[in-house]
């Protein structure tokens, strides 16, 4: 009696539960931190996208994606920012009522109204969603 075999014949190894487009898409979103952390640091704005506190060049730091991570926008250079892990979380998993009394969340808003206005708009819908601002104030603040 011969066992069962699962099996076919001549594969070998497991599949991978990655698809080939996702690998591929993770191919480029390594390349593309590396780049971007690469001209941060030459350009010596290396800082923490929250806090904006400057990060050590040879840490390992999780990247936020403004904008999600769905497709092209994993690895859209202008989508991504390194980050401190504890604001990160916070940000992700802090109340908007709750951030809003965070110094450093101030700060954040403060300054992505200068340089980022879709991610600043993205925050005040946030803010509006949460019933921090009504829907007049949102309008005048819109950028």
Known sequence: MTAFNPRP??????TSLISKTRQEELR?????????????????????????KRLDENTDYPWHHIFGRKGKLLYDYKNIFPC???????YHEM????????????????????????????????????????????FKMWK
């Open 9 to 14: 014949k001549g594969k070998k190894g497991k």
């Open 28 to 52: 480029k979103y390594n390349s593309v931190k590396a780049s971007k952390k690469e001209d941060m640091i030459v350009g010596k704005f290396y800082v923490c996208y929250f806090s904006g």
């Open 84 to 90: 401190i892990h504890d604001y990160h979380m916070e």
């Open 95 to 138: 109340p908007i009522e709750k951030l809003m009394k965070l110094d450093w969340y101030k700060q954040f808003i403060d300054r992505l109204s200068r340089i980022n206005h879709a991610a600043y708009n993205l925050e005040l819908k946030r803010m509006n969603r949460g019933g921090i601002i009504d829907d007049s104030q949102f």
